[in-house]
């Protein structure tokens, strides 16, 4: 049995997926996913020029943004073809589109405003060609106009990129502008093919890399340059770090920096069946863990629907969530609810992939979840999900289980690992009362405080949490080096 003391310092806690080289991280159209949720955020849209600006401030080598020609020619910034409330803006007027407003309040960009924009800036346009056709005379009318705009600015050619699903106007770009890169998207194309075609970049999706690996060193002989969309994921960023692409561009720009300079923050999961599980159970573990640098998620199965009587389901979601999200305020962990139902979970095929899709996105180095012998069949269901997903990621994580109101739910418990939470006892309860509509009080005092007294007589300090470790990990979490 393995004794914690008190401070978390766990050996090798930064994993260096980089290279010696540099990997230039690029913002999937500017920085606007701001929150790492995919909410977005209302003062950086996507294709904005805040995000644009966004996107500078982090540092990033570059921002990516789309220019679509309108159908009186214009040139307006925008992934398309719908934009707020226009179905297709390449179906409408140059007047019209602009006169729409985004969330921020600013109106759609032009090309000439975005250049404009840029030029100020250190962050690199990568300009992405939307529309791509021939005309009558074989001639690339949207193209010839976003040229004429780059000369117009004084675009530096050698900071700009240029890439499109278009091998013609890739092809034509690379002929106009020959110092300046050129990638092509389309991923149908060998390095040796596009470099016949005097193309320097390839930009693929990194299932393409998947399938072709070989293509990277092979573009590398060529003297080419390798990019890679759309990579947000942590575990796909990882491999295409390790993989050798030169750029990355993604919708999570500071995630892709953290590793490609090798300072990811290992990741933490607890995952509990309803709001206050994860908090009562380790709270002070999370507590520490965050303290110790590493990125802690409270994961919560149902949103508590069933937990307050009186109220619909509804009702009492609305409650509880608002509740665990000030928990998570004082833990410092970043939160997730997946779809389950308090009362009504399921274990079915949907549900086991539900649970995998988290792990497989989050990648997580370390998982708290509950012990599987439990008097709520909730906890129960949650636990066997998570072994489950442990099992089918490979065993790539260190899965721990925690321990709840011992006895009357968690049943059979024979910890393997202690952690003293004395020095965070005072916070951890903190936490577990922004759930006021649980009544934490008596909780505390019948079941929660003797469990963290007793624990710490065990572990010889004054209060503790305990787990057990599931056996044939990779034992990444090392709770004997706290120190």
């Not at 008190?6 to 806690?13: E, M, P, R, Y």
Request: glycine share 8%; net charge neutral; with cysteine.
């Amino acid at each position: 049995m393995l004794v914690v003391t008190l401070s978390l310092i766990f050996a090798g806690s930064n994993e260096n997926y980089a290279q010696k080289r540099d990997i230039q991280i690029i913002a999937h159209r500017g920085f606007w996913n701001v929150n790492g949720n995919w909410n977005g955020n209302t003062k950086t849209p996507q294709n904005s020029l805040a995000s644009l600006k966004a996107a500078d401030s982090i540092g990033v080598y570059g921002s990516e943004f789309d220019v679509n020609m309108t159908s009186d020619g214009g040139l307006v910034i925008c992934h398309g073809p719908k934009i707020v409330s226009l179905a297709d803006v390449q179906k409408e007027t140059f007047e019209t589109v602009r006169n729409e407003r985004l969330a921020n309040g600013e109106r759609v960009p032009s090309l000439d405003e975005y250049l404009s924009t840029v030029k100020k800036l250190n962050v690199k346009p990568i300009l992405e060609v939307k529309k791509h056709y021939l005309d009558k005379d074989g001639n690339l009318p949207d193209f010839d106009k976003i040229a004429k705009a780059i000369v117009k600015h004084k675009i530096d050619q050698k900071t700009l990129t240029i890439i499109s699903f278009s091998l013609e106007v890739c092809k034509a770009a690379a002929k106009r502008f020959p110092n300046t890169m050129v990638q092509y998207l389309g991923g149908n194309k060998t390095p040796e093919e596009l470099n016949e075609f005097g193309i320097k970049g390839l930009d693929y999706h990194y299932s393409v890399f998947d399938k072709h690996p070989d293509w990277v060193e092979r573009a590398h002989k060529l003297g080419m340059v390798v990019n890679v969309w759309t990579v947000d994921r942590k575990a796909d960023i990882k491999r295409m770090v390790k993989l050798g692409v030169d750029q990355i561009t993604t919708n999570y720009p500071v995630l892709a920096t953290q590793i490609a300079e090798g300072k990811l923050p290992k990741t933490v999961l607890v995952i509990g069946a309803h709001p206050d599980d994860p908090e009562t159970g380790c709270g002070g573990t999370m507590i520490l863990l965050k303290k110790a640098g590493y990125d802690v998620v409270s994961v919560y199965l149902t949103r508590g629907e069933a937990g307050i009587a009186g109220k619909s389901h509804d009702e009492a979601a609305k409650i509880r969530v608002e509740e665990a999200e000030n928990a998570c305020k004082v833990t410092g962990a970043r939160h997730i609810f997946l779809s389950q139902i308090d009362g009504s979970t399921e274990i079915n095929k949907a549900r086991y992939d539900e649970m995998l899709k988290l792990i497989q996105n989050e990648d997580p180095d370390i998982v708290f979840t509950h012990w599987p012998v439990d008097g709520h069949r909730d906890h129960r269901i949650c636990s066997i999900l998570v072994y489950d997903s442990w099992r089918r990621s490979g065993r790539s994580f260190d899965l721990y289980y925690f321990e709840v109101m011992t006895g009357t739910q968690t049943q059979n418990f024979n910890p393997t690992d202690y952690v003293d939470i004395t020095s965070v006892l005072e916070e951890k309860h903190k936490a577990c009362e922004c759930h006021v509509s649980q009544d934490m009080k008596p909780l505390f005092e019948g079941w929660h405080t003797p469990m963290e007294v007793f624990r710490g007589l065990e572990n010889r300090c004054n209060a503790a949490e305990a787990f057990v470790r599931q056996v044939n990990g990779n034992r990444i979490f090392k709770p004997e080096e706290l120190k």
